[in-house]
């Protein structure tokens, strides 16, 4: 069975990669390298450069390389940007989705592994949400998630495809320094960046409904979400797989306690930079994972602590 891992290049999908490697399962990577790093795959002749708006490449690709299985991972995914650019978010992460589910299902690809994302649930009143809640996406990315999950749903219900959206929450951690997130829009690499110039860590509100009035959200580690996928591809059960699961630890952490951990782990005294509330950004977004574990019989190993240890080496 082979894997084409689109974005295999970027922070998670070269975790997926390196743990297929790792364990004996073929995969290619297929990538544009807007934000991936060739450097990141270990066997360079599994990187395919391409871009998913490419879809004679990609549909060729796909039969070259006799892929039945994609996990989808490409896609833009700042929430901050795609204020600015809804229709490349929209191009991107939902059209070009719905194209590649046409490719697979004309090409004899049985199986489709979403990367989606919290971000579809938007504000919700206790903090913590189950796939079973209603979907608010307040930002144009958690949107253009949200439109893509649906048409894989639509695709699965009418027999076309079998896969499940993974919605993962705020990914964290890495299995070696070549992997790291490069990313700018995230708060784990921003602050990590912040202490290592010496710099004042810049905290978007504090004065959300919170015990420390900073925003609460779901750390996971970056390895568990590539264990997840070994787990699923290894053992793919179709019929099992409910249309969308959470991929979270249940346990929610504060934007100061982010800060603290990592200042304090590195010997630096803390001051952070208030600014003003970022336009969608929900107070709490913490997973319940029961389905998680009821379905998969999949528990995360790593907890908050030992991802950020994992960054600091
Ligand atoms: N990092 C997180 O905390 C997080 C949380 C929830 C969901 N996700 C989702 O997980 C997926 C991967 O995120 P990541 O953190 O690894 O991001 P990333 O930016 O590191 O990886 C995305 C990869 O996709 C590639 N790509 C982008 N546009 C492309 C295109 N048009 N054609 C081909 N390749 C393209 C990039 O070059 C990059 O290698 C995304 O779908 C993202 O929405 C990430």
């Known amino acids: 069975m082979n894997w084409l891992i689109t974005g295999g290049a970027g922070y998670i999908g070269s975790h997926i990669a390196e743990l297929f490697q790792q364990e004996g399962l073929n995969y290619y990577c297929y990538d544009n390298l807007s934000t991936g790093d060739p450097a ?21 690709i796909i039969n070259k390389m006799e892929v039945s299985g994609v996990i989808h991972l490409a896609a833009k995914k700042s929430v901050e940007e795609s204020r600015e650019k809804p229709i490349l978010y929209e191009k991107t992460n939902f059209e070009a989705t719905e194209r590649i589910l046409d490719i697979c299902s004309r090409n004899g690809v049985s199986q489709f592994i979403f990367s989606s994302t919290a971000a579809v649930y938007g504000e919700s009143k206790s903090g ?14 958690g949107v253009t998630k949200m439109k893509a999950e649906s048409v894989l749903t639509s695709y699965i219900s009418r027999g076309l495809i079998q896969g499940v959206s993974l919605r993962y929450f705020n990914v964290i951690g890495q299995a070696s320094a070549a992997l790291k997130d490069n990313s700018s829009d995230n708060l784990v690499p921003r602050v990590l ?21 900073t925003c609460i959200r779901d750390y996971v580690d970056v390895r568990d979400i590539a264990r997840l996928h070994l787990r699923l591809c290894r053992d793919f059960d179709g019929p099992k797989l409910p249309p969308a699961l959470n991929v979270g630890t249940g346990v929610g952490v504060s934007v100061l306690e982010v800060m603290q951990s990592i200042y304090s782990r590195m010997g630096l005294s803390l001051n952070p930079e208030v600014l003003p509330r970022r336009q969608g950004d929900p107070a709490t977004l913490v997973a319940e994972i029961g389905k998680l574990k009821e379905k998969i019989g999949f528990v995360t ?9 994992s960054l600091l080496h």
């Open 40 to 60: 990141r795959i270990s066997d360079s002749e599994r990187l395919i450069i391409g871009d998913i708006h490419d879809e004679v490449k990609l549909e060729r």
């Open 128 to 141: 913590f949400v189950s796939e079973d809640a209603e979907l608010h996406p307040i930002s144009t990315y």
């Open 193 to 213: 960046t912040a202490a290592r110039q010496h710099l004042k860590p810049q905290i978007y509100g504090n004065d959300y409904p919170t015990s420390d009035r």
């Open 301 to 309: 190993k790593f907890d908050f602590e030992s991802s950020i240890e």
